[in-house]
């Protein structure tokens, strides 16, 4: 199969762990390489930010990435590219020519734009069109929920999202959790598949160096420095922990700005800081800035317990990536997490936003090591079974077969494909 993955923010090439870079990039990533892998030919497109970048650089065999020009040549927020997925479409399907791949995947719901209007593009130019697979990495519904004034999503979000959802052949969900959401959009289920994240079963496992550490026991947490990630939970928890006896712990803070200057900056690290001053544990709260992905399986083998306590969480993959290194979770019980972590086999749920339970919970595993222990070799048997990227492919390949199985676009009119929806545009070109 030729596959287009669309990508427009989120890089496979992209360090990790910054504002705008995390999962999703490890997602497209890993998910082209190992289609690659099955033999398929993946072109994956991706936004120009720095003017430095080729134009095409080959990754593997059957692997290459395509930087489009939309918009400046230069980093922007994710929430500000919607003026330029026009642009994005256009050199997406000029890139195509006469020649439109099989399938077009769609990563986040602006990419999902940029998809479908180049997919419409190659019908009216080449009378082919690829079918058209969508997976969202978070809904604006849901962020619209937990972070309220707080999202900056651009307001046509509101109306694009669904419609890329129902213009859509098939929408890849990663969970559970999502399916619901998506349905809720008005996805008829019909057109909902399901295939999850993975992780990188080579490069995260139990055995392998570790980072040294000291005699105190060592808490983690791992992501990029946003409110939502619930870090403020970990270090109130840490707080907690101590009233519970338990005061010889430190809690490693794993994301963020890479240089210390830049952390000293950010608000959310000094949000942080400040709390774990005020909650007397700032002497145990160790801010690592941004780890690189390299380095990241001998820093989880270092901790006792990884912490996942976001407010909610479209996947994570970090929770994954412990498991994978024979490590417990302690896990908020949303969205993706949900499905990964199951409570008492690889770890504990806990309620989102609850440092308390957390503190239990962290008591309960570092007070028997037999018991963390045996959380953490369940986790990394599930992992190797269920999460490594070749199966993650393999489920994603036959979604895609099910997809050009079909002979009409059934439910989806192309017709209705290359409407756009009720007065909405581009930067001033329509859709
Ligand atoms: N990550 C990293 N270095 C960091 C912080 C995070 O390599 O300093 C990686 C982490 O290991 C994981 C990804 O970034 O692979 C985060 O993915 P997740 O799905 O947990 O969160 P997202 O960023 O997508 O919300």
């Known amino acids: 199969m030729r596959i287009s993955m669309v990508s427009e923010h989120a890089s496979p090439l992209a360090a990790l762990g910054g504002v705008d870079a995390g999962g999703q990039n490890v997602h497209v990533a890993e998910l082209?390489?190992?289609?690659?892998?099955?033999?398929?030919?993946?072109?994956v497109y991706t936004r120009r930010d720095d003017v430095l970048l080729p134009r095409r650089v080959e990754i593997g065999p059957g692997l290459e990435l395509i930087h489009i020009d939309a918009g400046p040549p230069e980093h922007l927020p994710k929430d500000e590219l919607l003026p330029f997925m026009s642009a994005m479409a256009d050199g997406i399907a000029d890139h195509w020519g006469d020649a439109p791949p099989d399938v077009v995947h769609g990563h986040f719901w602006m990419s999902g734009v940029a998809s479908i209007k180049a997919a419409g593009q190659a019908m009216a130019h080449t009378g082919r069109t690829p079918r058209i697979a969508q997976t969202f990495h978070a809904l604006g519904a849901v962020k619209r929920r937990h972070q309220g004034a707080g999202d900056t999503s651009p307001a046509e979000r509101t109306e694009l999202e669904p419609w890329v959802g129902r213009s859509a052949d098939r929408v890849v969900a990663t969970c559970t959790d999502e399916v619901f959401e998506l349905k809720s959009l008005g996805v008829p289920q019909s057109r909902i598949s399901i295939a999850p994240c993975g992780v990188d079963t080579n490069l995260f496992t139990p055995d392998g160096p570790a980072v040294l550490r000291g005699t105190r026991l060592r808490i983690a947490t791992v992501g990029r420095l946003v409110p939502r990630k619930g870090v403020g939970t970990a270090v109130s928890a840490l707080a907690r922990l101590a009233e519970l006896g338990l005061d010889n712990v430190e809690l490693l803070i794993v994301g963020?700005?890479?240089?210390?200057a830049e952390l000293d900056s950010d608000p959310e690290a000094r949000r942080i800081r400040a709390l774990a001053q005020e909650l007397g544990v700032a002497d145990r709260v160790i801010m690592c800035g941004q780890v690189p992905r390299e380095d990241m399986p001998a820093l989880l083998r270092?901790?006792?317990?990884?912490?996942?306590?976001?407010?909610y969480e479209p996947f994570g993959i970090v929770p994954l990536e412990a498991m994978a290194c024979g490590k417990p979770v302690v896990a908020a019980a949303v969205g993706g997490l949900i499905?990964?972590?199951?409570?008492?086999?690889?770890?504990?749920?806990?309620?989102?936003?609850?440092?308390?339970?957390?503190?239990d919970a962290l008591a309960r595993i570092l007070g028997d090591p037999a018991l963390a222990r045996e959380l953490g070799s369940t986790g990394a048997r599930r992992v190797r079974s269920r999460y490594s990227w070749d199966r993650v492919a393999a489920d994603t390949e036959k979604?895609?077969?099910?997809?050009l199985r079909r002979t009409s676009r059934g439910a989806v009119d192309l017709h209705e494909l290359l409407q756009e929806p009720d007065g909405l545009s581009l930067g001033g070109q329509a859709l």
Request: hydrophobic content about 45%; some cysteine; aromatic content about 6%.
């Open 256 to 260: 963020g700005a890479t240089a210390a």
């Open 399 to 403: 979604i895609y077969l099910a997809m």
């Open 339 to 359: 499905d990964t972590v199951v409570h008492g086999s690889t770890g504990l749920h806990v309620p989102p936003r609850n440092p308390y339970a957390v503190a």
């Open 32 to 43: 082209s390489a190992a289609l690659a892998r099955r033999g398929h030919t993946v072109s």
């Open 302 to 311: 270092s901790v006792d317990v990884v912490i996942c306590t976001p407010w």
